[in-house]
């Protein structure tokens, strides 16, 4: 019969081995979990209900293995139906064989393999069309998000909410990349009226209405958090971990610091005032004829009660041309506001529930 202790001591190297098994690719594992613990993370996805990974990459071949095991440790223990959907976007560099070998290991890791660079939001696009789960999760390939976030974030979905951001407190990204972004994010917030950290982190957890709902194009990518508020679905961000960079180069350039600002403007215009034009050109229109209209009338006072010449003064000019200009944008607006009403579509009214 075998010894008890001997058993014992072979059960804690069976364990350990493991464990450092499961740490060696970079990724803690979450630390101080019970059983009970465990259990509940398979509670979180239900047997008839499916999680998608839809990862966007360019130039990611180093990390893409690294980052294929450590989501599998993750499928492991939520023991759920699982897809990884990966979009390379015009890679030039070994990705794609990379993601031919992690296909061959595992069917469910599918790649969708773009003819040129997009852009990030053409690939997320992209993604969305294929993705089939119930709970959506986007992230980068860059191994700065951590996988292992997975689970608290559809716990966040599960307590009631459609979009859950991830929000970078402690980044490792360049100076200039961390500053610019919270004037981006100062900005986004004001004009979208949801209130978030970070909206531009790639770690995100969705439902499935919102991915089939949300339209992702140009570079709006940035804005699903603002566009999803906007078309009712409910918001919220929770704080994530963020690792350094551990190979390539970051894609951040300046040209997208202006960039996301006329998309903003896009996402301002399109979503408060694309079923209501007269609204803004309206109220545009009234307030360059007010202003017109007053200039004229101080120098028609000064004309008639100061006895001073006005054709001559450039402000005259100035008035006159403001109230074409009011006229012309509240003609605008008027016409607009046809276009809208004999164009008029439900395609954007969005049911929460029927009973």
Same mark, same amino acid.
């Given at each position: ?10 059960? &804690?190297? $069976?364990?350990? @081995?493991? !464990? ?5 690719? #970079? +990724?803690?594992?979450?630390? =101080? ?79 969708? &393999?773009? $003819?040129?660079? @997009?852009? !990030? ?5 992209? #993604? +969305?069309?294929?993705?089939? =789960? ?222």
């Amino acid at each position: 019969m075998p010894n008890p202790e001997e058993k014992n001591k072979k059960f &804690k190297r $069976r364990f350990f @081995y493991k !464990k450092k098994m499961r740490n060696r690719d #970079g +990724f803690k594992d979450r630390q =101080g979990e019970s059983e009970s613990d465990y259990q509940e993370l398979r509670k979180l996805i239900p047997a008839e209900q499916m999680l998608s990974v839809v990862i966007p990459l360019y130039n990611e071949d180093e990390s893409l293995m690294e980052l294929s095991l450590a989501l599998k440790k993750v499928f492991d223990g939520l023991r759920c139906n699982y897809e990884v959907i990966f979009i390379d976007d015009g890679s030039t560099d070994g990705s794609f064989e990379k993601l031919k070998e992690i296909n061959k290991r595992n069917s469910r890791y599918h790649c969708i &393999k773009l $003819r040129r660079n @997009y852009g !990030k939001s053409a690939a997320l696009s992209i #993604g +969305f069309r294929e993705a089939k =789960g119930d709970f959506v999760i986007t992230m980068d390939a860059d191994l700065q998000d951590d996988p292992n976030e997975i689970p608290d974030l559809i716990k966040v979905l599960n307590s009631g909410y459609d979009l859950v951001s991830g929000w970078k407190k402690v980044r490792y990204d360049p100076f200039i990349k961390r500053h610019t972004s919270k004037i981006f994010n100062y900005f986004t917030s004001k004009v979208s009226g949801v209130r978030l950290h970070d909206f531009n982190c790639g770690l995100k957890a969705y439902r499935k209405d919102v991915i089939k709902s949300v339209k992702v194009y140009g570079e709006m990518h940035r804005y699903i958090p603002a566009l999803a508020h906007l078309m009712g679905f409910k918001v919220t961000e929770k704080v994530v971990k963020h690792h350094a960079r551990k190979f390539g180069v970051t894609k951040f350039g300046a040209n997208r610091f202006l960039n996301g600002f006329f998309d903003l403007l896009t996402v301002a215009f399109t979503n408060k005032f694309i079923k209501k034009p007269l609204h803004l050109f309206g109220t545009l229109g009234i307030l360059f004829s007010m202003l017109g209209f007053g200039v004229t009338l101080y120098l028609t006072i000064l004309k008639f009660f100061g006895n001073e010449s006005i054709s001559n003064r450039p402000l005259f000019l100035v008035g006159i041309l403001m109230i074409i200009v009011g006229f012309q944008s509240f003609s605008l607006g008027l016409i607009a506001e046809m276009i809208t009403k004999s164009s008029h579509r439900d395609d954007d009214v969005f049911i929460e529930t029927t009973l």
